[in-house]
């Protein structure tokens, strides 16, 4: 099959892990038979650079015009002035918006080899498997009004929870699908004891829970979600919430694997065009040293294959060499060893 994949690198490490993952999809192409057609753009700080733009109208619509879009990282300390007229950050959003992609998957699984990375007791750890979904265009970081102002002599800031029905019927329908391939059941997070909007997300999750016998539903408060997030991981399976509980949620969920550069995620719309990137930052401390740990990227490009291409068996494989390397010692800096980022791609490749 032929494929047409935007690669945006961005900053900092991004270069580097990107590279690597493209060095896996091409092992991939030539093994299965299909044909992968990169295109390489700017976006974030370096775009910023060359063309005064986090993201320029062009480099959106090749994004929107490719089968899918492979992302590394953006930001850094030279694009960090609160007062600059762009920031890379706000690329990210616009791709985001551009993309139609209102729905964050991030898996997190831990390695049994590498339970000791993580700060949680081993026996806490057996057995998670987790996906979080994240609503990802609504919610408090989108609502309006978002203002500050002075009133009455004092300072006064707003910012405003807001979801339409339809925004939270889409992105718990597709939890529900992802539910059904996997453990039955999905953990809907919200605060309806206090907020209205997560009320509302309730009663709609209810009504979709009702819809689907087959799949269990289990309603939580996103205060306990975070608490049994590190008390007992392992009950959950699929989590699906809105945009800020599932930004808190994730971060907190990704400490369970370890180290940041082991994890992958995938942002999907209705549209066909899906966004992967792995879910840490730019990590400018040692970008430029080749020592970053390409995983959260390869798995990345591994779920690419599966959602937007629906190529099961390559993204399966991808995932096993990943697992087999890690079964047999393989480390970068960050999991302890002193792999650098080249070694670690050819040990996961030789694995393919
Ligand atoms: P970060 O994720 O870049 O780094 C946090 C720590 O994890 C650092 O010590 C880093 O060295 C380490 N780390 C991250 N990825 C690693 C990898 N693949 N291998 C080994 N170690 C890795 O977060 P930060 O330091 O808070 O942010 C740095 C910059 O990245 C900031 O400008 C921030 O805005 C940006 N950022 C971008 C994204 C994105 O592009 N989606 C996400 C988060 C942060």
């Not at 950050?89 to 339970?115: M, T, Y």
């Not at 990375?117 to 978002?146: C, H, M, N, W």
């Not at 925004?167 to 529900?176: G, N, P, Q, T, Y």
């Not at 990590?283 to 970053?292: N, S």
Request: net charge negative; glycine share 10%; aromatic share 6%.
């Amino acid at each position: 099959m032929n494929f047409k994949i935007t690669l945006l690198p961005g900053d900092g490490i991004g270069p580097e892990v990107v590279g690597e993952a493209v060095r896996v999809l091409e092992k991939v192409a030539s093994k299965y038979n299909h044909d992968f057609n990169f295109q390489e753009r700017l976006m974030g700080g370096c775009s910023i650079d060359k063309y005064g733009k986090s993201i320029t109208d062009e480099t959106l619509a090749d994004c929107q015009a490719s089968d899918s879009v492979l992302l590394g990282a953006v930001g850094g300390p030279k694009w960090d002035d609160p007062n600059a007229k762009d920031r890379p950050e706000r690329g990210l959003l616009a791709l985001r918006k551009g993309l139609g992609v209102f729905a964050n998957l991030r898996p997190v699984k831990v390695h049994p080899a590498l339970i000791d990375a993580s700060p949680l007791k081993p026996e806490k750890l057996k057995g998670v498997d987790i996906i979080v979904v994240r609503e990802l265009t609504g919610g408090l970081y989108f609502g309006q009004p978002k203002t500050r102002e002075m009133v009455a002599g004092k300072e006064r800031a707003v910012d405003t929870l807001e979801y339409y029905d339809y925004e939270i019927k889409r992105v718990v329908e597709l939890a529900f699908q992802l539910a059904k391939g996997r453990r039955k059941k999905v953990t809907s997070v919200d605060k309806a004891n206090i907020l209205e909007s997560s009320r509302m997300w309730r009663q709609i999750a209810s009504n979709i829970g009702k819809a689907n016998p087959d799949i269990e539903l289990e309603h939580t408060l996103v205060d306990t979600a975070a608490m049994r997030l590190i008390t007992a991981p392992a009950w959950m399976d699929v989590v699906v919430t809105e945009n800020m509980f599932g930004d808190i949620l994730t971060d907190e969920a990704s400490v369970l694997a370890g180290s940041m550069g082991m994890l992958p995620s995938a942002s999907l719309g209705q549209a066909t065009v899906g966004l992967y990137e792995p879910i840490h930052g730019s990590a400018p401390d040692i970008a430029g040293k080749g020592i970053a740990n390409p995983i959260g990227t390869i798995l990345s490009s591994a779920m690419m294959l599966r959602h937007s291409f629906k190529l099961e068996v390559e993204a399966t494989a991808i995932e096993a060499a990943v697992d087999a390397a890690i079964t047999d010692g393989v480390r970068s800096a960050d999991l302890g060893g002193a792999l650098t980022t080249r070694q670690m791609a050819d040990e996961i490749i030789n694995r393919l």
